[in-house]
């Protein structure tokens, strides 16, 4: 037995991820794809400008759209691939109905009571779901996950904390997958860098302090530490390089950085990767187009670690925005969840 | 009556680049195109795979190729793009023979009797020239340009030393015509971004640190500064992006900033730009593909200037890496010393 | 005295190279720009996402946007670069209200009574003037010029027609400048080419039949010629580039058609260029980037010129899409129709 | 037990797609990887720029590399993914000393005794090779695939023999990974179309005419069919698409070639795709980023086919050119081989 699960927002790049990953997944099943209301009672096939494979999977061509409303959905868990604006309102009625979302939309991620979860990094902070239904009254819950280049740096940073991490810099070089189709226009992107995405720098900026934080069984005490980001689109299809700077309280050295990237162990869940951080020791990787479906997916791929000073560390980190930085993200916490006994079976 | 100017490694990237920079110019004229042995007598326009523009220009499409050897080379002023180790070598023989060479290679770049020189930067520094031609008893003497991406730097770097600049960390994404060419694989960087260039973070991390110096009358004393950079090779075809966090020795704040880059004069000479350093208000520029060509390729531009913290300052600083960052550095340099009287006429 | 000139859909990727190209044109000087409903009122540097160049010509940047409607527009000639089912509508009243409008809209190319120019291929069917003035008694006309892959085409076709040409196949190579902005999306086409452009195969295929026509005095008697096209985008900025065969009914050589090529001579108007069709030898030539820009844009250049069989010729054929083949196209109708004064002065 | 064998110039472009495509392979295991004399004695891990994937197949990364020498190679089958100037020393001193030899370089193709197979298309061309052992006295043999152009158009070309083709026009857009490692730079293809590859056109013109050639016992009979090609390159990883004119002795319409593509069954081999050509309806594919991995980069996919006259057909064809066109060739080849009883078991 499944569990029965939709996905909101089913026709943009990340609900088409979505639908790909959980093509024969093991423990969840698409019975109900939601739509924006123009496409209400039309079949998915030919609704959606398919983009991430050459072919839709089968058990989804011929669904016929629903709208994005709790009483048109049949399902235990709502993958929430919406647009910021509509989930905030789409979301909480979907909570409200009794199902559990499992979130990629921005929106209640950064709210007191909502976990933000990374299952390698905070799972505790799962313990939210509790106070948040407590508060709310809410039949069902929400649970979030990170924007897609704070997922990669976080994964990253996590490790690190126990070694005296303060202040981060971090200049990214992000995927054209990462602004959705039609998204950003060949024209302004070939033979092209674009240093600005919007609100992308602060998301990267905020939502570590929260996920690096520490549950003290009410609420999320944030992580004392300070992240400067700046972000940049490159014309790369998928996965996100960051060049990060560490520097920490006391003095650090790259073979202790490596032994603790090394350290972060995977769960033991369907999408779970074998390795959380690959760590390469070539000095030109990881990159993009290389290293971003280390399993499948679902790894962060290290590299370059060098000492700057003392007390400060460099190196490149990569991960692939649209599976491990969105829909497997949503996936993997939703995995989580149904191993930690949060879905009704 | 203009200086007679030879190119010496004419047939690459960077000579093209000198070759397109040179046709019409008022106060030079190319008389000799110098390279490697296979193409001594050869014609260039037969010789060279001509990729910066649709023709080769046609004063020298039917010049006959000489030897990299003073003897063979009637000029005044050597221009070199030669590959490092070959400089290190032939830069000194057209030295001692009396030429003055303008170099950008690296070979001698960094050596205490050489200037390293952005004329808007530190024009003095050419006082190195005397010392140079007493200490080596040479006839000629020998000029460098930095590094293209340390170019582009220090430029923006430069007015914010009187601010109590301290301590730069710069993440940089590179064209593809700064590997010269045949250069970057395509196959290597399609769909792709490279995060290593062999040698480059050496180069932008301590030729600042002279540029930026003080002539005390005998040598330079390096800038109290220290620059940490991670270079990156992303699909654009000219002009080198980078990603600068700026931290200062005291509070400082946006318009301070602003204002100084603005303040950074010009001089009056046949490829100075208009403005040494373009400052966009605009949240997503500059971007190389429309603001390298700026001054010709000859200024820099400067955006997304915020603060970070109290003391510390982000901002994106854009420049055309072949113009401005080799060919065109190494020409200036050329008029500066005409201007200032070290070319004998 | 110049000639006042209003630009029809400013913002436009087409917009915008009209505007790029009148500005300092020794003729016309644009005093209106009209675009849709929502901008009218609004600052014309405020609203456009500029993107041919990295700045605004000065001359328009605060020029503010009118309606596309005639009394709102003062001008002798409108540019038109709407969309074709705005301009059915739109250029048919600004005609009637004595406007020239000079289109690079599809909607009027194939009526019977307007003229479809290309000057140096058809200049006399600006006869069709007179019998559209006469038969629709209005007190302006309509003078429009191909699509963009047809004008590349077409131009090499013209001097082969004396040859005996009797039949055309052309497979296209699209540039992405030619779906407008934004246009193609990047990740529809990044590391990929798609094979179809809506629309596309059908204009290539007619348009040419009635621009390679003769006018009998009364209307355009189609070519005698067969075009088949297929027709597909690549990931190149700006150039289509265009591979042919053409047939003819007898015998023919590579050096005929050479010399057909060299023989189709400019006319003497401020945008034509030098040469119309610049043929090279090279045998990987012509490459838009390399070649797009002959002629400021207005050249077209040929290469590969190979015999196939004893009647049957294969080429390369280039031009700028966005200059000689829409915003230049329209501008080369226009200076033609001064000269021939058919514009009141 | 499993068939030794060995590739030839394992460290190029094709050789890695060999190992990639022979890890796990259920009939073959590969025991000997050869490369020019730099490489002997060094580990493949070590040598190679493994450019296909993320990382080297664990089965080959510690294999130390042998010379191009029978004496030094042990294997039953000698895959080559030579240049076609060593292929032709080479190749023939592996056949003579017993090897059989399934070769992708150009050097033996159109030899009169050598079979040039693609095995849907002329799997009874295999019967050269009795011929071509009795003829040289060799213990070995050599067994050829053709160009990777030519294998895409060929299979799709060889189901309309039957409906009577007589002439086929074919403009093709080629990816990067058809010129190998490093193959084309970086900044001649980048916003660039190269209308132009070396040798390609002749081979995609005579290649055809052999495998659609009649085996009558003793050699090949030509098929009766001209081919005329122009071969662009663009910027497209991996994946050729063809734009195909073809013309048939009579009335054709595009249901009949429909059912042809259809109808061409796939062997039951190892590496045989479910579909070998896949019909697509939709009007914008095949394209290469979406449509080149499918049957696992050994189907080609077919799209837009149209009438254009009577008896003239247009489409578009698309294949994997290192899977399908490359090393998938060659394997399959051996597949047949194998099941054929060609090889000593």
Known sequence: ??????????????????????????????????????????????????????????????????????????????????????????????????????????????????????????????????????????????????????????????????????????????ALSGAGFPGVPSLAITDNVIPFIKGEEEKVENEPLKLLGRFDGEKIVPANIKVSASCNRVPVIDGHTEVVWAEFDKEINVDQVKDAFKSLKPLDLPSSPKEVIIVRDENDRPQPRLDRDEGKGMSVVVGRIRKDDSNLIKYIVLGHNTVRGAAGASILNAELMAKEGYLKS
Chains 1, 2, 3, 4 share one sequence.
């Open 1 to 174: 037995m499944k569990y029965k699960v939709a996905v909101l927002g089913a026709t943009g790049m990340v609900g088409q991820k979505f639908i790909q990953l959980l093509e024969n997944h093991p423990w969840f099943e698409i019975t109900s794809l939601a739509a924006s209301e123009k496409r209400i009672g039309k079949f998915y096939g030919e609704e959606v400008n398919w983009i991430v494979s050459s072919n839709i999977p089968k058990n989804v061509v011929d669904m016929e759209m629903v709208a994005l409303n709790p009483k048109d959905v049949d399902a235990d868990i709502a993958f929430s691939a919406l647009p910021s604006d509509v989930a905030k309102k789409v979301e909480e009625e979907f909570a409200k109905a009794g199902f559990v979302v499992a979130s990629n939309a921005s929106a209640f991620r950064m709210v007191d009571d909502v976990p933000l979860i990374i299952p390698e990094v905070n799972a505790d902070h799962l313990r939210l779901i509790e106070i948040q239904k407590a508060k709310r009254g809410w039949d069902g819950f929400i649970v979030t996950n990170p924007n897609c280049t704070t997922i990669v740096l976080v994964i990253s940073l996590k490790p690190l904390m126990d070694l005296g991490l303060k202040n981060v810099k971090v200049a990214t070089m992000q």
